[in-house]
């Protein structure tokens, strides 16, 4: 069986493409690539999209649309309901990236602790704490639920009855329903600020403490004048994605309390949501998301102000 050459001019064309494709491999362009095409298709178009979106009218159950201006922001902007639910919402992501941050210290502080003295109570703390992490928004919604509900069956009303209390309306009243969304929240947003905080105590040099000590400096202000100043891009991190994260949770909610009692716990994303998929107004959902989008950067670059302009980065 003979075997036949293949003709010198597409030999050399095969060589030409093979060597194109080994300089474009050496190339960053190469490696950028995919992650700018995900970017581009899953991040970038859906942004475009709701822009686009929210000047028009577009409704789930109207076949047509057409573009009108400002007007589903004027719609959005002029309900009384939306002003009512900014205000839960400015309280929701203020009180829980406060105390999302502030657990989240304490428990980082007490995990290096408990590492650089050797507890081995420190890895079950990890644990424990990352299990409300991976748990998704809809399923903790459900199991606080569970525990707060209004009835002698409920776990921390079975609790306060046992010890003499009476039943706590946890949900049904307003207040207590917007406290107790805080609390589940709070509880589920800890760990990623611990597990961030914990990076960044990891790398605070060791010498810094020793030196401070040998200054007489005491934990208070080892803290202040060594800890702090040197977790604080990380602190600037976290709370950037913290406060991003809780302005966007709806899920939890929607199964915690559904918005209510009446729209005490209905926050933006939620209403966004609903606007969208129970009132089928997809031009004003969008609208909503990209006032949304606007909040965030707002408070991004105020955050920026107070934690990257002051050290001069």
């Known amino acids: 069986m003979s ?5 010198e001019s597409v030999h050399d064309t095969i060589n030409t493409v093979l060597g194109s494709f080994d300089r474009f491999q050496n190339t960053p362009i190469a490696w950028i690539a995919p992650a700018a095409l995900f970017l581009l298709v899953f991040r970038l178009y859906p942004l475009v999209e709701a822009i686009r979106m929210s000047f028009t009218n577009m409704s789930l159950v109207e076949p047509g649309y057409r573009y009108v201006g400002l007007q589903s922001y004027l719609d959005v902007l002029s309900s009384p309901s939306f002003w009512t639910m900014s205000k839960v919402t400015l309280l929701f992501v203020c009180a829980s990236v ?27 703390t990890r644990v424990a704490v990352l299990s409300a ?11 606080w639920k569970i525990m707060l509900i209004e009835t002698n069956y ?44 914990y990076a960044g105590l990891k790398q605070v040099p060791m010498h810094l403490y020793d030196a401070a000590k040998v200054d007489g400096a ?13 977790i604080k891009p ?41 606007e969208g998929f129970d009132r089928f107004h997809l031009g004003q959902a969008a609208a909503v998301a990209v006032l949304m989008l606007l909040v965030n950067v707002l408070m991004t670059v105020i955050y920026m102000h107070f934690f990257i302009e002051e050290e001069g980065m």
Not at 3 to 7: A, K, N, S, T, Y
Not at 133 to 143: E, K, Q, S
Request: hydrophobic share 55%; net charge neutral; aromatic share 10%.
């Open 3 to 7: 075997v036949e050459r293949l003709p």
């Open 98 to 124: 406060v105390l999302q941050l502030t657990f989240g210290m304490v428990l980082a502080l007490a995990i290096d602790h408990g590492v650089k003295e050797k507890l081995y109570v420190s890895v079950s």
């Open 133 to 143: 992490w991976v748990i998704p928004g809809i399923v903790i919604g459900i199991l």
């Open 154 to 197: 409920g776990v921390v009303n079975y609790i306060l009855l046992q010890l003499g209390f009476d039943v706590v309306a946890f949900l049904s009243d307003p207040q207590m329903a917007l406290l107790s969304t805080i609390t589940a929240n709070t509880w589920r947003g800890t760990a990623f600020s611990m597990i961030m905080l």
């Open 218 to 230: 005491g934990a208070l202000q080892r803290f202040r004048y060594v800890t702090l100043p040197q």
């Open 234 to 274: 990380v602190v600037f991190i976290t709370l950037v994605l913290i406060t991003i994260y809780t302005l966007n949770t709806f899920d939890m909610i929607m199964s915690l309390t559904g918005g209510g009692p009446g729209h005490a716990t209905e926050v933006l994303a939620l209403f966004m949501y609903l």
